[in-house]
């Protein structure tokens, strides 16, 4: 029997379509990158992570605030510890939902003592 280079094609084409694999976020926060970012804010920052990574993030307006500049300079790092030093020492927390990774408003500590 006896492959055209047309039924090789469809092939290996319906094979990759097959094999194709979505990538949710919850993954994406495991995977290793490299990135560096100078002295940029935090607006600046997420877009840069979005070129390297591919992750999306969603946020409403005005989580993004703040003032920090972000020095990093990170290789095979996971986008989970990446985002972690990203966000230090301000108000923002990151939540995967689906595929995206939504950035909230930290919830303030209580600095009432617990009642009993």
Known sequence: ?????????LLVLSASVVLAHETTAQEL???????K???ENLKKSIRTIEKV???RFSYRKGVLNSDKKITLDVRDEKLSTILTRVFENTN???EV?????ILVKAPKKSQAPPQY
């Open 53 to 55: 990574t591919d992750a």
């Open 92 to 94: 923002i927390d990151f």
């Open 1 to 9: 029997m006896r492959f055209s280079l047309v039924q090789l094609c």
């Open 29 to 35: 926060l495991d995977l290793p990158f490299s990135i």
């Open 97 to 101: 939902l689906g595929q995206q990774i």
């Open 37 to 39: 970012i100078d002295n």
